[in-house]
Each structure stands twice: as C-alpha cells, then as structure tokens.
C-alpha cells in the first residue's frame, strides 16, 4: 500500500497518482488534511519543475498534518524544493519522533527528499512541519518560513 500526497495551491493539477492537498485542506476523521489552522500560503514554481515539486505550501507557523492509516510501520519520504529566491530551514516530527532537523533546503530548485520510517499504533499519522524559532527574517537570502512539496506513505510489509 502507497499513496502520495501533492501539496499546492488549489489552481495547479496534482502530480499524476497523487492526492491533491491544498491549504484549505482540513483533516475529517478517517481522512486526511490540515489540524491547524491557516495561515499556509501557496506557492507556484516555474514549469522546468516537475509537477510534484514545482509548487508547494509553507508558513511560518507550525503545520501539523493527519492521515489515517491502519497500525504499522511506515516509510515516508518527503519532498521539499525552494520555488522562490530563498533557502529555508525545515524541522519535521513523525509520531512524536524527531525526523527531520535543521534541514537547509537551498533556493537553486535542488530537490530534497528525506525517507524516516514510522510506527502508527493509534491509526494516525500525525506530522508536524515547522521552521526555527526565529520568525523575523534579517538575512533575505534565508526565508522564515518551512516549504513542503509533498510526501509518499508506503507500508512497510513483515516478511
């Protein structure tokens, strides 16, 4: 079982296979979306970006996204790419897990994906998105806010 999420702004066309996820996006139960609140932005990259990692949603607060799942191990791989003229700084919790630290995420459209596995016990994974402490940006070339492109779940079969 995989499913890839594509997050984006609510004019642009998911990636083929992929779920669209917007910043309107609020999590149902037994679905999947936003817990948080707004305020994410949208952001569109140039077309020489593939589909999946031209656009993405950022915020300089905390994000926290939810998918229901049933229990298991789970491989996610994470996909960010600065779309504007500025690198960022992602931080990014997995079920309470620190996943990803202190992630530099460079403004010349690298794509960076990051694989972390993780346990679901209580059929949610709950992924929490957010960037440094620090929320006033003094240097331009360092954005103050977290970037996401989109994430693949895979469920890890025991063999």
């Given at each position: 079982m995989s499913i890839k999420f594509d997050l984006q702004g609510s004019d642009s066309e998911p990636a083929d296979g992929c779920?669209?996820?917007t910043k309107e996006h609020r999590y149902t139960r037994?679905?999947?979306g936003?817990?948080?609140q707004p305020p994410h932005t949208e952001f569109s990259g140039e077309e020489e970006i593939d589909s999946l990692h031209r656009d993405c949603i950022s915020s300089?607060?905390?994000g926290v996204f939810?998918?229901?799942?049933p229990n298991g191990d789970y491989?996610?791989?994470s996909y960010f790419c600065s779309v504007?003229?500025?690198?960022?700084k992602v931080y990014l919790i997995a079920n309470n897990q620190k996943v990803i630290k202190k992630l530099i995420v460079p403004s010349d459209k690298t794509v960076i994906k990051r694989v972390y596995v993780v346990k679901v016990?209580?059929?949610e994974l709950t992924q929490v998105i957010y960037t440094s402490k620090e929320r006033v940006q003094r240097n331009p070339s360092t954005h103050n806010h977290w970037i996401w492109n989109g994430f693949m779940v895979e469920k890890i079969t025991n063999q």
């Amino acid at each position: 079982m995989s499913i890839k999420f594509d997050l984006q702004g609510s004019d642009s066309e998911p990636a083929d296979g992929c779920q669209l996820v917007t910043k309107e996006h609020r999590y149902t139960r037994g679905g999947f979306g936003w817990v948080t609140q707004p305020p994410h932005t949208e952001f569109s990259g140039e077309e020489e970006i593939d589909s999946l990692h031209r656009d993405c949603i950022s915020s300089t607060q905390d994000g926290v996204f939810r998918l229901n799942l049933p229990n298991g191990d789970y491989r996610i791989t994470s996909y960010f790419c600065s779309v504007d003229s500025g690198k960022h700084k992602v931080y990014l919790i997995a079920n309470n897990q620190k996943v990803i630290k202190k992630l530099i995420v460079p403004s010349d459209k690298t794509v960076i994906k990051r694989v972390y596995v993780v346990k679901v016990t209580d059929r949610e994974l709950t992924q929490v998105i957010y960037t440094s402490k620090e929320r006033v940006q003094r240097n331009p070339s360092t954005h103050n806010h977290w970037i996401w492109n989109g994430f693949m779940v895979e469920k890890i079969t025991n063999q």
